[in-house]
């Protein structure tokens, strides 16, 4: 019998070592997650923008926001405004750029008193499911969630979030 159990044992050694390594090995997305995680509870944001691509998040939320609005455009009025509408926010993308890294920044050394790290605080990168394809990962919360993000490998190795995705 203590053969079986030592037997048993090792194998359950073997099979999860590799998967604690994995996911704690420092160039994967739950790694790179976890220091992100840690940096917002810290309230350290230079380290928080380590991992966060605040200028491709934006790029992308507008992006999505004129492709949601076009797809119901049926006339050539909305169309040509949309167009016009495109063509300030590219115009203004710098400046908007620069407000929501000001204002990230504001909400990740504040005192935390409107609560934006109380989920964080509760949160997991255990309760994540990622799905990496080469240098990106869709990473979504187990369960339902109307938002995904995409993140990217950077040439340091470590993973940045680049864009908010929203169902």
Same mark, same amino acid.
């Given at each position: 019998?203590?053969?079986?159990?030592?037997?048993?044992?090792?194998? !359950?050694?073997?099979? #999860?070592?590799?998967?604690?390594?994995?996911?704690? !090995?420092?160039?994967?997305?739950?790694?790179?997650?976890?220091?992100?995680?840690?940096?917002? *509870?810290?309230?350290?944001?230079?380290?928080?923008?380590?991992?966060?691509?605040?200028?491709?998040?934006?790029?992308?939320?507008?992006?999505?926001?004129? *492709?949601?609005?076009?797809?119901?455009? &049926? &006339?050539?009025?909305?169309? !040509?405004?949309?167009?016009?509408?495109? %063509?300030?926010?590219?115009?203004?993308?710098?400046?908007?750029? +620069?407000?929501? =890294?000001? %204002?990230?920044?504001?909400?990740?050394?504040?005192? +935390?008193?409107?609560?934006?790290? %109380?989920?964080? =605080?509760?949160?997991?990168? #255990?309760?994540? &499911?990622?799905?990496?394809?080469?240098?990106?990962?869709?990473?979504?919360? =187990?369960?339902?969630? +109307?938002?995904?993000?995409?993140?990217?490998?950077?040439?340091?190795? =470590? #993973?940045?979030?680049?864009?908010?995705?929203?169902?």
């Amino acid at each position: 019998m203590p053969k079986r159990l030592c037997l048993f044992f090792l194998v !359950l050694l073997l099979v #999860w070592i590799p998967l604690l390594l994995g996911c704690t !090995l420092s160039n994967t997305p739950r790694r790179s997650l976890s220091e992100l995680r840690t940096a917002l *509870l810290d309230h350290d944001a230079e380290r928080a923008f380590r991992y966060i691509d605040t200028d491709s998040v934006v790029e992308c939320l507008a992006r999505d926001i004129f *492709l949601k609005y076009e797809k119901k455009a &049926n &006339n050539p009025l909305e169309v !040509l405004g949309l167009m016009a509408g495109r %063509q300030a926010a590219s115009a203004m993308m710098p400046g908007i750029k +620069d407000l929501v =890294r000001k %204002q990230l920044r504001e909400a990740i050394t504040s005192s +935390d008193e409107a609560g934006y790290f %109380q989920d964080i =605080r509760k949160a997991s990168v #255990w309760y994540l &499911n990622i799905d990496v394809e080469g240098d990106t990962a869709l990473v979504a919360p =187990r369960g339902k969630s +109307d938002i995904r993000f995409r993140m990217a490998r950077t040439t340091e190795g =470590r #993973w940045r979030i680049v864009e908010i995705i929203r169902k």
